[in-house]
């Protein structure tokens, strides 16, 4: 019983370093310069893409990995992971983009992009889905 | 004795698969229906013909079992001594013993073949026409490529609805349904409700269907009519008699007046749409298109191509060529503000 709970400790400990340790890799990392796309911290992206599916994202993106969104009204959002720009305005951080997708009329008033009514930790597994498309 | 035991046992174990496959057929129900299987039906008119389908499957499947049997006894079973091999062994050419075994084949096939007969003629004809005594509603169906126009007829001429894909009605109640072909031929087929009739040009066809419980039915054309036939669905909303009066009656006001920010909106969507659509109680009045009065109380777009979500429905109305290629709604080229507007208005069409 004791040693158990020495093991479990143990590693609870190592767990807590390793996660330090991506933070930390993290943190350095963006303070070198831009990483377009960090991941977003506590998303699903399995959900985020079932969320891109039922919403309808794909009418008017082509978006890779959801099946028939085949649109041609916006950007296409491969790479996204990788891309510089947000709607040509804001820079592509996880904070940009999810306010991007909560109110997209707020940040552009008047373009195509409709309001789709997304709750934050919607937007954040969406967010977390876009992220992957490297 | 015991070689032939061997062998039965032998073609037991070959037969256990096989009857494994039959049973499975017969646990799918018990899965989640898919949307248009015709082995599960709902109502007066499906009831019979779901069960007629059911009977001449399994009469098939026990004729196809007790075959194989037989195939396989006679392949396995030996009538003669080993090593006698001489043609008089047969005993077809000794005493027609073998042709007596023809004659009861043929009659129990007849007898089997009759009956199926007598049920199906006699199911064909209960559901021919729909139960007498009630005075059905009636709906009139037009198929269009690559949609359903449905107009809910009614005496009164104010009580007229027209509507698009998504049909409503009142559970226990038999609904004449009246089709016509707008362009080409389609089909009108709601597997779990009624069987299959055709929408012809210049023709009207009478069928009906009834739903015993709620729920919401898919139908699909299942007459190839075109490039989008496959995008060519809808739906037959089942509800208790008194939300179905409820619908009716919410569906056959026009559109609330647009409020002040939204009339913006509404002046494009007259001058953009308002030549093929309509939005009643406005001066949008085309007839070519769905009526868009309350599209926001359907749940999917374009015969159920897409779920209505804010998404999609602007998306559609953005690229309508891109989503279903083909359709009769061109891509308008709208800036994005007036997008913007036109569909926010739209959205308040509840
Ligand atoms: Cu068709």
Same mark, same amino acid.
């Given at each position: 019983m004791f040693r158990l709970r020495v093991l479990g400790q143990l590693l609870r400990a190592s767990g807590a370093i390793r996660i330090a340790a991506v933070a930390a890799s993290t943190f350095w990392l963006a303070g070198c310069g831009p990483v377009a796309g960090a991941s977003v911290p506590g998303g699903d992206s399995a959900h985020g893409a079932k969320l891109i599916g039922h919403l309808g994202c794909g009418a008017c993106h082509i978006i890779p990995g959801i099946s028939q969104a085949e649109g041609l009204v916006?950007?296409?959002?491969?790479?996204?992971?990788?891309? #510089?720009?947000?709607?040509?305005?804001?820079?592509?951080?996880?904070?940009?983009?999810?306010?991007?997708?909560?109110?997209?009329?707020?940040?552009? /008033?008047?373009?195509? #992009? /409709?309001? #789709?009514e997304l709750k934050k930790d919607e937007a954040r597994d969406i967010a977390t889905y876009l992220y992957t498309l490297r | 004795m015991n070689a032939i035991?061997?062998? &039965?046992?032998?073609?037991?174990?070959?037969?256990a698969p096989?009857?494994?496959?039959?049973?499975?057929?017969?646990?799918?129900?018990?899965?989640?229906?898919? *949307?248009?299987?015709?082995?599960?039906?709902?109502? *007066?008119?499906a009831y019979p013909v779901v069960s007629l389908t059911w009977g001449l499957l399994i009469i098939s499947l026990i004729v196809i079992t007790i075959?194989?049997?037989?195939?396989?006894?006679?392949?396995?079973?030996?009538?003669?001594?080993?090593?006698?091999?001489?043609?008089?062994?047969?005993?077809?050419?000794?005493?027609?013993?073998?042709?007596?075994?023809?004659?009861?084949?043929?009659?129990? &096939?007849?007898?089997?073949?009759?009956?199926? @007969?007598?049920? %199906?003629?006699?199911?064909?004809?209960?559901?021919?026409?729909?139960?007498?005594?009630?005075?059905?509603? &009636?709906?009139?169906?037009t198929g269009q490529q690559?949609?359903?126009?449905?107009?809910?007829?009614?005496?009164? *001429?104010?009580?007229?609805? %027209?509507?698009?894909?998504?049909?409503?009605?009142?559970?226990?109640q038999p609904v004449r349904v009246k089709l016509i072909g707008a362009d080409v031929i389609h089909n009108f087929w709601v597997p779990a409700l009624t069987g299959k009739m055709q929408a012809i040009p210049g023709k009207i066809n009478e069928t009906w269907l009834e739903a015993s419980k709620p729920g919401r039915y898919?139908?699909?054309?299942?007459?190839?009519?075109?490039?989008?036939?496959?995008?060519?669905?809808?739906?037959?909303?089942?509800?208790?008699?008194?939300?179905?009066?409820?619908?009716?009656?919410?569906?056959?006001?026009?559109?609330? *007046?647009?409020?002040?920010?939204?009339?913006?909106?509404?002046?494009?969507?007259?001058?953009?749409?308002?030549?093929?659509?309509t939005v009643?109680? &406005? @001066?949008?009045?085309?007839?070519?298109?769905?009526?868009? %009065?309350?599209?926001?109380?359907?749940?999917?777009?374009?015969a159920g191509t897409l779920p209505n979500t804010p998404g999609n429905?602007?998306?559609?109305?953005?690229?309508?060529?891109?989503?279903?290629?083909g359709n009769n709604m061109p891509d308008l080229f709208l800036s994005g503000p007036d997008l913007t507007d036109i569909t926010t208005y739209l959205r308040t069409l509840k």
């Open positions: 916006g950007p296409p959002l491969d790479h996204f992971g990788r891309r #510089m720009i947000i709607a040509g305005l804001l820079p592509n951080t996880p904070e940009n983009l999810e306010a991007w997708l909560e109110n997209p009329q707020a940040i552009v /008033p008047g373009n195509a #992009m /409709p309001n #789709m | 035991n061997r062998d &039965t046992r032998r073609a037991s174990r070959a037969l096989l009857a494994f496959g039959i049973l499975s057929l017969f646990a799918l129900p018990a899965r989640a229906a898919p *949307p248009l299987t015709y082995m599960i039906g709902d109502g *007066p008119k075959m194989t049997v037989l195939v396989c006894l006679g392949a396995v079973h030996r009538r003669s001594p080993r090593g006698d091999l001489s043609i008089e062994a047969v005993p077809l050419l000794h005493g027609g013993a073998g042709l007596r075994w023809v004659g009861f084949g043929v009659v129990i &096939t007849g007898i089997v073949l009759f009956g199926s @007969l007598i049920w %199906t003629m006699a199911v064909l004809a209960r559901v021919s026409n729909p139960p007498a005594g009630k005075s059905p509603l &009636t709906i009139e169906i690559w949609w359903w126009k449905a107009r809910y007829l009614s005496a009164d *001429p104010s009580k007229v609805l %027209t509507t698009a894909d998504e049909f409503h009605i009142p559970v226990g898919r139908g699909q054309c299942t007459e190839y009519c075109g490039w989008q036939h496959a995008h060519m669905a809808f739906f037959v909303v089942a509800d208790p008699p008194d939300v179905f009066q409820a619908w009716l009656t919410k569906q056959l006001e026009p559109a609330a *007046p647009a409020s002040a920010q939204d009339q913006h909106g509404q002046q494009l969507f007259q001058q953009h749409c308002g030549l093929c659509h009643r109680g &406005t @001066l949008a009045g085309g007839t070519v298109a769905p009526d868009l %009065t309350h599209v926001m109380s359907r749940e999917t777009l374009a429905l602007v998306g559609w109305v953005a690229n309508p060529q891109s989503i279903k290629p």
